[in-house]
């Protein structure tokens, strides 16, 4: 996985990470007995249309304000420096960047379309022909 790939995934991620609370945090279920409004004619299931929409509101204003403890950012900082590090030394397989032409993935070549085909014809140049007779 490349960069640019890593980046788009993650990116995806945390935005679709964002809006699932988004989109769910819509259906709050109560953990009361009743309703949250006691005397709404909407009510149902437990969850009221009725409530007040500012609500949801604070909530994705505490949802954004949310506090990292200074461990965790910490041993993300620390996570995020070894990654670097073992990302920057191929510690598996040191040799492989001196012996590359032995390698078969490394050493093929990515043919367009056109040279494909003017390589496949290239082979019937100066191939016998099956018309004479032997």
């Not at 490349?2 to 788009?8: E, H, T, V």
Request: aromatic share 18%; net charge positive.
């Amino acid at each position: 996985m490349n960069l640019r790939s890593a980046k788009l995934f993650l990116g995806l991620f945390i935005l679709l990470a964002y809006i699932g609370i988004g989109i769910f945090g819509l259906f709050q279920f109560g953990h009361m007995s009743e309703a949250p409004m006691a005397n709404c004619p909407y009510a149902e299931n437990g969850f009221s249309v009725c409530a007040n929409g500012l609500d949801h509101i604070n909530d994705w204003r505490q949802f954004s304000n949310a506090t990292f403890t200074s461990l965790f950012i910490f041993s993300l900082l620390i996570l995020g420096i070894i990654l670097y590090f073992f990302n920057q030394h191929n510690l598996l397989n040191q040799k492989q960047h001196f012996y590359k032409w032995k390698y078969y993935l490394d050493n093929t070549k990515s043919y367009t379309l056109s040279q494909e085909i003017i390589k496949w014809l290239s082979l019937f140049e100066n191939s016998p022909s099956f018309l004479s007779k032997t």
